[in-house]
């Protein structure tokens, strides 16, 4: 069982900048791959950055250039840093934890992209 927990959401204002972290209970962190998904209001949840257990990275093309996805296996964290935040990119962002047999989720955190 792993349990994520998020933080570092908030307001911001356009093209300013937000370092989200989401810190996990449990063993074996990392060997889970960690991903970062946002859900703007009547819209889908959709991927924004993801690392995987080996350190690589895959980030949606709307955060290329801007955001940045990594992982402190030590501390059982996960960052994302986004950079020239836009008023569009305003969501709950989650934390999401798998490996080959399990997924697990945080509870979000509210970004708000606005001047």
């Known amino acids: 069982q792993v349990q994520l927990v998020e933080s570092g959401g908030g307001l911001v204002q356009p093209g300013g900048s937000l370092r989200l972290s989401c810190a996990a209970s449990?063993?074996?962190?990392?060997?889970?791959?960690m991903g970062w998904y946002r859900q703007a209001p009547g819209k889908q949840r959709e991927l924004v950055a993801r690392?995987?257990?080996?350190?690589?990275?895959d980030l949606a093309d709307s955060a290329k250039g801007r955001f940045t996805i990594s992982r402190d296996n030590a501390k059982n964290t996960v960052y994302l840093q986004m950079n020239s935040l836009k008023p569009e990119e305003t969501a709950v962002y989650y934390c999401?934890?798998?490996?080959?047999?399990?997924?697990?989720w945080g509870q979000g955190t509210q970004v708000t992209v606005s001047s």
């Open positions: 690392i995987f257990s080996g350190g690589s990275t």
């Open positions: 449990g063993s074996a962190f990392s060997t889970y791959g």
């Open positions: 999401n934890a798998w490996n080959f047999r399990y997924e697990y």
